[in-house]
């Protein structure tokens, strides 16, 4: 007798996969599919986000965050503007046991697989199946979202993003570091414990200094991060690969739809994660805006009338209006500072520098932007 689900996921990445747990909270069949494409080997993946409150109580809920080796608590954050200007964050100052969490990719991934292997209703699949809500996880460069007819309608900012891994002289502190200038946007990610040497990188560079930032030797290319980064922690040693990718900011028309009428049982579609949405890294908000859709899509499932298929289009649309909504602040925000940095003339310099300076003093709205990015509401 052939299965049937409820749900299909297709990407089973780190938002399709906690949507995937979270369905199944809801004694929903859900069957995951991994995106096409190749996966990066686990031993040359550098990547590591900033997770916050939010994110984490979502993923502690679901037994899959990962141990304390794996996500370092970041205590404070230092912003660095390019004329003097300078914004601090301190977890004490907000009365939180940390500002964010610095997560490796690969371990919360691994968690992630673990949890889906000891829930029956998830099952991994290798090819589309029929089902009452086709949830589209495939991230940016999704052909799903391209076969349902969505117009991913796409802004490339001129740069790249080169994420790697570097050992510092000087201990990080649990303090992440980030510096805006028009020759880029640097962040330092704190890795370990207060006294660890060791820190996840990302450099946002216009687009035509990539390929000769990345043919750079380790050395060189340690040398200008320890220039760029005005020498704060010392002599920088590489420790890991470099990766590249363009930066986009990008936003789907539609997240939702019908996919087919079959009687009684229609079936819908909707989006989630990159293959809806897409900021700019300077913030490290892009997978806590995943995550929150995937909580905010379950939420809009578990709280339907009993009569409801999962595939109803007015909760679809509801959970579309109420993430977009949520979005759109995050997105303005980010834009506006990418934009503002990446301008050369002095005027805008002097206006940026003296904008963060009125920031750092400015107390509530200092308190409620940082409590916002924690997820704390």
């Not at 990610?189 to 040497?197: I, K, R, S, T």
């Not at 450099?203 to 030797?217: I, K, T």
């Not at 999962?310 to 980010?334: I, Q």
């Amino acid at each position: 007798m052939a299965q049937t689900f409820d749900i299909c996921i297709r990407g089973a990445g780190i938002v399709g996969t906690t949507l995937a747990l979270l369905m199944a909270r809801e004694r929903l069949k859900v069957a995951l599919l991994p995106a096409p494409g190749p996966k990066p080997a686990a031993s040359a993946d550098v990547r590591a986000y900033a997770m916050n409150a939010a994110s984490r109580q979502l993923l502690e809920s679901l037994r899959s965050w990962p141990d304390a080796a794996h996500a370092t608590p970041v205590k404070s954050m230092q912003v660095q503007g390019d004329q003097g200007g300078a914004v601090r964050f301190d977890a004490a100052a907000q009365g939180v046991e940390a500002l964010a969490w610095i997560v490796d990719v690969p371990a919360l991934e691994a968690r992630l697989r673990e949890a889906v292997r000891y829930q029956p209703q998830v099952e991994m699949v290798d090819a589309p199946v029929s089902a009452a809500l086709t949830v589209v996880c495939e991230g940016r460069t999704s052909s799903t979202r391209d076969e349902f007819g969505v117009n991913f309608q796409v802004t490339p900012y001129g740069q790249h993003a080169i994420a790697t891994r570097l050992h510092c002289e000087h201990p990080h502190g649990q303090t992440a570091r980030q510096w805006f200038s028009p020759e880029g946007i640097l962040a330092f990610l704190p890795l370990g414990d207060a006294g660890g040497n060791s820190v996840a990188v990302v450099w946002s560079v216009p687009q035509e200094q990539v390929a000769p930032l990345v043919a750079l030797s380790p050395e060189e290319f340690a040398q200008k991060l320890q220039l760029a980064s005005q020498d704060t922690l010392g002599t920088l040693e590489l420790t890991a690969p470099r990766a590249a990718w363009p930066l986009q900011i990008a936003l789907a028309d539609r997240w939702c739809g019908p996919l087919a009428e079959n009687g009684r049982n229609p079936r819908s579609w909707v989006l989630a994660g990159d293959a809806a949405h897409n900021v700019h890294p300077l913030a490290g908000q892009g997978l806590n805006l995943g995550l929150a859709d995937a909580q905010a899509l379950a939420a809009a499932l578990h709280g339907r009338d009993y009569w409801r298929r999962v595939s109803d289009l007015r909760l679809l649309r509801r959970y579309e209006r109420e993430r977009k909504a949520a979005l759109a602040p995050m997105g303005w925000a980010t834009d506006g500072l990418q934009q503002l940095f990446s301008r050369p003339e002095a005027p805008l310099q002097a206006l940026r520098n003296w904008g963060m300076k009125g920031f750092e003093w400015s107390g509530p709205l200092k308190n409620f932007v940082a409590r916002q990015a924690m997820g704390i509401h």
